[in-house]
């Protein structure tokens, strides 16, 4: 019998690798009270009034930053951010000194985002408090993952029984993993479709379908998460040229509407308009990219507040 939780299982949101599916529930059925409330004239509650969280990015990130920054002002949580780029860790401080130095000052929680995998779950074991993992090098980036599965349940109901496929830079991103993940222990089926180049070794033990043809994973699907071709992380060609995936992998109107059925298309952004989608179909109203965002406040209000929750 799936009973409902009321608490987290987990101190820490370091992967969805570590959450059960009453977890992962949990926090979507609390991020849909808290958009509920994020839709009233008031927006702002008290509920983490006595929280400190600090905000420490050791790389750089738009919407993620943005909405945990959000999310903690719309819960009264007092913050103090942090990047790499203006700090002392360019005078060789470690990671741990920096966040015990941030600690001192009577920090609660830490969503960190950081470019090496796993730094979040290091300093878990070396830190007392919680903390949020907001990206760790190609590893995973849960609070998306829970957003676009959020998303997902928004726009058609549920997530259970629901086709999506992944499409692009599925080697070197973070998004794709922690989706994977999401969506399998919400009873998703779910697909990667990119160049061979670009699919990883390990993927058959996932249990997720692999196929090549974009045309192919579209006619399968019912949603299409398209990601981002991550250069930043790649240290090889991994395709002969830009023009060339575009032409095999970039979605764009004319094969949404050749298809004989409406798929919902998903990106987690920063969006390379006219590579992995056009504009005229990020702009479409198959896309629910800006829904993404909106909800990914919710979600990481849902997050801080359940973890909060756990404080001792
Ligand atoms: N989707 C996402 O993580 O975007 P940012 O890198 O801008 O945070």
Request: net charge neutral; glycine share 6%.
């Amino acid at each position: 019998m799936n009973e409902k939780q009321e608490q987290l299982s987990t101190n820490h949101l370091l992967g969805i690798k570590d959450l059960n599916k009453q977890d992962i529930e949990l926090i979507l059925d609390t991020a849909q009270n808290f958009k509920d409330i994020l839709n009233r004239p008031i927006k702002k509650v008290p509920s983490l009034r006595d929280i400190t969280i600090a905000n420490i990015f050791f790389e750089n990130s738009t919407r993620t930053r943005l909405s945990f920054e959000l999310a903690e002002k719309r819960l009264s949580a007092d913050t103090i951010n942090f990047s790499a780029s203006s700090s002392s860790v360019s005078k060789g401080e470690t990671l741990i000194d920096t966040v015990k130095n941030i600690l001192a000052m009577k920090v609660d929680i830490v969503v960190m985002r950081h470019p090496f995998a796993g730094a979040g779950r290091f300093l878990s074991r070396n830190i007392d408090a919680h903390i949020v993992n907001a990206g760790d090098g190609a590893h995973e980036h849960p609070t998306q993952a829970l957003l676009d599965s959020f998303s997902i349940r928004e726009r058609l109901g549920e997530v259970a029984g629901k086709k999506v496929v992944i499409v692009g830079d599925i080697l070197h991103s973070r998004v794709a993993l922690s989706n994977i993940l999401c969506l399998q222990k919400l009873g998703a089926e779910v697909m990667v479709c990119g160049p061979t180049t670009l699919i990883p070794k390990y993927i058959d033990s996932l249990g997720v379908k692999v196929e090549h043809n974009l045309r192919k994973a579209l006619e399968w699907c019912d949603v299409a998460n398209m990601l981002r071709i991550q250069l930043e992380r790649q240290d090889i060609a991994y395709f002969p040229s830009l023009r060339e995936y575009v032409m095999l992998y970039g979605l764009n109107k004319e094969i949404l509407d050749s298809l004989d059925k409406p798929i919902t298309v998903m990106h987690p952004g920063p969006i390379n308009r006219g590579v992995e989608v056009t504009s005229d179909v990020a702009d479409s109203d198959h896309a629910i990219i800006l829904d993404q965002v909106e909800n990914g406040v919710a979600v990481r209000m849902a997050v801080l507040y359940l973890l909060a929750g756990k404080r001792s």
